[in-house]
């Protein structure tokens, strides 16, 4: 199978549903070899059943430092290295005034969404420097950038994992391996489930184009952010919004 990725190694956490799933499609069907982190091992297997690729599986628990050095080790050593990750695995959160949040779900949402990068951004990028080439793509969201009402967890979540992004991206920037991170307004997939109605009208009442993003359209940004022609962006922001975001 040919394609832009072919003879690249690609890792999606979260990679079983929604926009990662939709990502690590993109990414083999353009010829990368893939690896799938996420912690439903059952998920997992559906999901690499379905590419029609060979995919390397992980499952394992993000928040977990010494896990996902493991999965980083273990997915270049059968793989032949790492050269691309999209960090996209993530949690809403509930959804309460910041004042009655409750703290150990404050702690679940942080655990996931930002040690969760963390530690995959950590433990991928010696493999990266390597291999001399390299491109992470982390899954923030405009609740990082403007901040949700009654999300603390989820919007004080993802403005780390911007801050993130831009702090590695300027380390890196002397390298051939890219930041950056996508920040898509809300996109209909199956963690809205886990939403009140309520937070879900809201989230489409502020978006101009009065419709909800696609996982394909979101996709599609963050595959060319893991091109070859992604290169003199890094440490930088990437909005996928339908016109929400005005910064």
């Excluded at 997915?75 to 509930?94: E, F, H, K, P, R």
């Excluded at 307004?185 to 978006?207: C, G, H």
């Excluded at 595959?223 to 992604?230: F, K, R, T, Y």
Aim: hydrophobic share 50%; net charge neutral.
């Amino acid at each position: 199978m040919g394609g832009r990725f072919e003879g690249r190694v690609a890792v999606v956490t979260g990679g079983v549903s929604g926009i990662g799933h939709a990502i690590s499609a993109r990414l083999a069907s353009e010829g990368a070899a893939l690896a799938i982190w996420d912690r439903d091992a059952a998920a997992l297997g559906r999901a690499a059943a379905a590419f029609g690729v060979p995919v390397h599986t992980v499952a394992l628990d993000l928040a977990d430092a010494a896990a996902v050095q493991a999965a980083a080790d273990a997915t270049a050593a059968a793989l032949g290295g790492i050269d691309m990750l999209v960090a996209s695995a993530g949690i809403t959160g509930s959804n309460y005034p910041t004042w009655e949040y409750p703290v150990e779900e404050w702690r679940r949402v942080m655990a996931v969404n930002v040690d969760g990068v963390f530690f995959s951004n950590r433990a991928v990028v010696p493999h990266m420097l390597r291999r001399g080439w390299g491109r992470i793509v982390n899954i923030a969201s405009i609740a990082g950038k403007e901040g949700n009402p009654n999300a603390v967890a989820y919007s004080a979540s993802k403005a780390a994992v911007i801050g993130l992004t831009k702090s590695l991206g300027k380390e890196l920037a002397g390298s051939a391996v890219r930041v950056n991170c996508v920040t898509p307004a809300a996109v209909r997939t199956p963690i809205f489930d886990q939403m009140k109605p309520s937070q879900i009208e809201f989230m489409l009442s502020k978006i101009p184009m009065g419709r909800f993003g696609t996982v394909e359209e979101v996709a599609a940004l963050v595959c060319w952010l893991c091109s070859e022609e992604a290169s003199f962006s890094t440490g930088a922001v990437f909005d996928c919004s339908g016109g929400r975001a005005t910064y």
